[in-house]
């Protein structure tokens, strides 16, 4: 029996538009995608296509541990829909959707990790997301 997914979420008070450019472009990626102030995206390689790959290292500031997570997308549909594999065989997809009045629904259902904390995972993801959702939202100010 396959184990039910989790789902994090977020609202970005962004346009549709532009909350998915920094969603999944790579000089923005590295800007966000961390769960806690201790740990940063030196580096981050996206082919966003069916077929192509991305690779996004985290690490922590202090340099004792760092990890890459990389898959390969199955779909993507522009502002709208993203389906990946990750290389452990694990199933992401992030959807995306413009909100009544300002703002830009993000969801994310992912399979957790065989054997680690369910909780501890969500946790983790939404952390990124809110990241994510603080970086997006500065840069539509600012623009």
């Not at 789902?7 to 909350?19: D, F, K």
């Not at 991305?54 to 502002?79: C, H, N, Q, W």
Request: contains cysteine; negative net charge; proline residues 3%.
């Amino acid at each position: 029996m396959a184990t039910e997914q989790i789902t994090v979420q977020t609202t970005v008070n962004a346009s549709l538009h532009e909350t998915w450019h920094y969603y999944t472009e790579s000089e923005h990626v590295i800007n966000w995608n961390f769960a806690s102030e201790d740990w940063h995206c030196p580096a981050a390689v996206n082919d966003l296509r069916v077929g192509g790959d991305f690779r996004i290292t985290m690490a922590a500031k202090d340099g004792s541990m760092s990890f890459d997570l990389e898959g390969t997308y199955d779909e993507v549909s522009p502002e709208t829909h993203i389906a990946y594999t990750l290389s452990n065989g694990r199933k992401v997809s992030v959807d995306f959707s413009e909100g009544e009045g300002e703002g830009t629904g993000v969801v994310i259902d992912f399979d957790p990790e065989p054997g680690e904390d369910r909780d501890v995972q969500k946790q983790g993801w939404q952390s990124i997301l809110d990241n994510f959702r603080q970086y997006a939202e500065a840069q539509s100010k600012g623009s």
